[in-house]
């Protein structure tokens, strides 16, 4: 079992820039797919980046493509969402989970393949 903590949320005006971490523990989080996924107020929880064990390989929503990064550091048990260029609409709870690596690369963009969950962090941007 691994739990996950997530950090770096806040208030941001539009066009700034916020830098997410998911803190591993109990298990390191090389040993599993990792994702990030947000949900905003009266929408349905939606995907938004994901990264294999190794970091060698990503997946962004299209929503986000060119804007957020993620990435990880094994080494810190951490992986990362870097955001830029935010705008009102990534306003929401950003959430990181993690898949077990049996389950495979694929339905990455889906929430219910993640097995563990952290609580999440509220992000703010405003205009």
């Known amino acids: 079992q691994v739990q996950l903590v997530e950090s770096g949320g806040g208030l941001v005006q539009d066009g700034g820039s916020l830098r997410l971490s998911c803190a591993a523990s109990?298990?390191?989080?090389?040993?599993?797919?990792t994702g990030w996924f947000r949900q905003a107020p009266g929408k349905e929880r939606a995907f938004v980046a994901a990264?294999?064990?190794?970091?060698?390989?990503?997946d962004y929503a299209d929503s986000v493509k060119g804007r957020f990064t993620i990435s990880r550091d094994n080494a810190k048990n951490t992986v990362y969402l870097q955001m830029n260029s935010l705008k009102s609409e990534d306003t929401a709870v950003y959430y990181c989970?993690?898949?077990?690596?049996?389950?495979?690369?694929?339905?990455?963009?889906?929430?219910?393949?993640?097995?563990?969950w952290g609580r999440g962090t509220q992000v703010t941007v405003s205009s």
């Open positions: 989970a993690v898949k077990r690596l049996a389950a495979g690369w694929g339905r990455r963009s889906i929430s219910d393949e993640y097995d563990y």
């Open positions: 109990g298990r390191a989080i090389s040993t599993y797919y």
């Open positions: 990264i294999t064990e190794s970091g060698l390989s990503t």
